[in-house]
């Protein structure tokens, strides 16, 4: 035992990817998760409308401590975040007037707030169905689950089958790599997409979740989705050996994905740059389009542009994982 014992501590020291790898990632999110969340956290978000300077016209309001306001250019984008609870409340300075969702308890805590800081401002309601927190994460939960599904699903695989000698006997064979790569993609597919469907209809099933837009438009964006983060899995996992090291990248590509592409929880307010960098991530236009079908109803053309940028990102992958991948563990 003891034998063995050093024989993998010398074998990971040696790996000098893994070992570097397993002090450094530790780090890079610890250093991620405080540039986005290391301030002080208000405890609530309040939208304001105003042509003018705020802090002047109301500063008593404005003052007030542990509330972030958020500027909006128009009242419809202000009322979006506000029914899906991601703002907790919408103020109208010029107008003197406030807009409140009545299923938010962090809204209700914002409104009694305002009532005693500045009670000129008049109350409106807003109308339609209300959204539950569970109908908004419901969605980023199917992209989570996609996600992990397609990376370690399909990078991981490979990189095991490369390790065992598996792809160099297959390379043996009048198996093509297009023909290979063409097959583990569309099983792992086929697999996750059959399983987020199991997750929306047990969910629809046991809480009632809302699905306002078409169920095939729906299976098209988990197919999108799935797609860009298989290829981004092959991508990764093209050239590597080290299932230690793929482990590490696939953790790396997933966790900052986790939280920014708003699976938990809204980046509304974030800083520009957050909301630049979530917008380079797959699983942010995966999770935006498929809330959008499920909680709004969206169609086609209002998402067009997710899977645009999810069809691009597949090529992109697909082209450089397919140029670089390697049958065998020496990189040939």
Not at 140 to 148: C, D, E, L, R, T
Not at 157 to 171: E, F, M, P, S
């Amino acid at each position: 035992m003891l034998a063995v014992f050093r024989a993998r501590n010398t074998e990971f020291f040696r790996d000098r990817s893994t070992f570097t790898w397993n002090l450094l990632f530790p780090f890079l999110l610890l250093l991620g998760f405080y540039y986005i969340f290391g301030q002080a956290q208000p405890m609530y978000k309040v939208g304001v409308l105003s042509e003018q300077d705020g802090y002047i016209s109301r500063p008593v309001f404005m003052a007030t401590k542990h509330i972030q306001f958020i500027p909006y250019g128009d009242l419809e984008r202000g009322l979006a975040p506000l029914a899906r609870h991601q703002i907790d409340l919408l103020i109208d300075i010029d107008r003197a007037q406030y807009w409140v969702n009545e299923e938010s308890r962090k809204g209700y805590m914002a409104e009694q707030i305002l009532a005693v800081r500045d009670p000129d401002f008049n109350r409106t309601v807003i109308r339609g169905s209300a959204i539950r927190y569970v109908d908004w994460v419901l969605p980023g939960i199917i992209g989570m689950n996609i996600m992990f599904s397609a990376l370690f699903g399909v990078g991981y695989a490979i990189v095991r089958y490369r390790k065992n000698g598996v792809l160099k006997r297959l390379n043996a064979t009048p198996l093509t790599a297009l023909e290979f790569i063409g097959g583990q993609l569309m099983s792992r597919i086929v697999m996750v997409v059959i399983v987020g469907l199991v997750l929306l209809l047990g969910a629809r099933f046991l809480l009632s979740t809302l699905m306002l837009g078409s169920l095939a438009l729906l299976v098209l964006t988990m197919f999108m989705g799935a797609l860009a983060l298989v290829s981004l899995g092959l991508l990764v996992a093209a050239r590597l050996r080290s299932e230690e090291f793929t482990g590490g990248l696939l953790n790396m590509t997933t966790w900052p994905m986790m939280g920014l592409s708003e699976v938990w929880f809204s980046l509304e307010g974030a800083p520009h740059l957050v909301h630049q960098i979530s917008q380079l991530m797959p699983l942010t236009h995966l999770v935006q389009a498929l809330r959008a079908i499920m909680v709004d109803g969206a169609g086609f053309v209002a998402i067009s542009d997710h899977l645009a940028v999810l069809a691009l990102m597949s090529a992109i992958f697909l082209a450089i994982g397919s140029m670089t991948f390697s049958w065998a563990a020496d990189g040939r």
